[in-house]
């Protein structure tokens, strides 16, 4: 790959991949702390700390195969960034590979739920609704992701899990984007609410954003946008697992590596994308 380390265990070429492997380090809408842009460099370093097999899932060998594109350029406008995520996402969805997009903000997420047909569902993962219809000037920010989503896959294709920040022009709202708080996720379960997500959503094909601030920050420090109250990891690898052979693309993004001095942040962000990856390759099975 052209810049830098590739994902450990991207060993494949493209044609024999099943997965495929995206970084996007873009963070210019980014409305706190930036740094974004950092993050897949220190997650794909991240991604040697672990052993390539699960075994929880049962695997022994490391699968699937993965080629890692490497990285997008670094955009300024998001105009741009969402044309070249478009240009190498496009040919991969085509190819049904399984994409994995490892961001920068979660503005990444934007113009890859337009590469898919309107077959797929979107869940997200995330302390914010990010439904507003343009915020600091762009549709194309990072507080305007599920909005987006819901034009191109209609509203009752969208869903967000663990929310906790929400402006009151999201909630007055008649199109309000279905979602389930961390409040009520602590009262009555991960399994209750990833259950109700995926019974809501109409497609049978489901895309998992993660905003890895909808992990409490105590497990996740080094993000743009912090708000306590949020997931435990464990809630997110069940919340995964519950959406299992449904689950056809995962992007990981908002992890500030300027904001994360031990890389734990970055550390368990690769882990959720091994997560992803072993969840895939037992679907080929
Ligand atoms: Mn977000
Ligand atoms: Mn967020």
Redesign the pocket.
């Known amino acids: 790959m052209p810049y830098g380390i590739s994902y450990a265990g991207a060993e494949s070429d493209y044609d024999s991949a099943d997965a495929f492997i995206l970084g996007i380090p873009y963070d210019r809408t980014s409305s706190f702390k930036s740094g974004a842009r950092e993050a897949p460099f220190h997650i794909r370093r991240a991604s040697y700390n672990f052993e390539e097999i699960h075994f929880e899932h049962g695997l022994d060998l490391p699968v699937p195969n993965v080629f890692d594109q490497g990285n997008c350029e670094d955009f300024f406008f998001p105009e741009d960034m969402m044309d070249e995520v478009k240009f190498f996402m496009r040919p991969a969805i085509k190819d049904k590979k399984f994409t994995i997009a490892i961001g920068g903000e ?1 503005s990444i997420n934007i113009p890859i739920i337009q590469c898919f047909e309107k077959d797929v569902a979107l869940i ?1 993962i ?3 609704l ?1 439904s507003r219809d343009d915020y600091l000037g762009t549709p194309y920010s ?2 305007c ?1 599920t909005r987006r989503a819901a034009e191109h896959l209609g509203i009752e294709n969208v869903f967000s899990v663990g929310v906790r920040a929400i402006s009151r022009e999201e909630l007055e709202r008649d199109d309000v984007i279905p979602h389930i708080t961390s409040f009520e996720i602590k009262e009555k379960g991960i399994d209750w609410a990833i259950g109700k997500a995926l019974d809501s959503v109409k497609s049978e094909h489901v895309y998992l954003s993660l ?1 890895i ?1 909808g992990i409490d920050p105590a497990f996740a420090p080094g993000t743009g946008t912090p708000e306590p109250f949020g997931l435990d990891p464990m809630d997110v690898k069940k919340a995964m697992n519950a959406i299992g052979d449904r689950l056809i693309g995962f992007d990981v ?2 992890v500030c590596p300027p904001a994360d001095p031990s890389g734990i942040t970055s550390v368990l962000a690769a882990r959720c994308v091994n997560e992803a990856l072993a969840i895939h390759a037992k679907s080929l099975r």
Request: proline residues 0%; aromatic residues 0%.
């Open positions: 979660h997200t995330d302390a914010h990010d990072h507080a992701v905003d601030d993004t908002e």
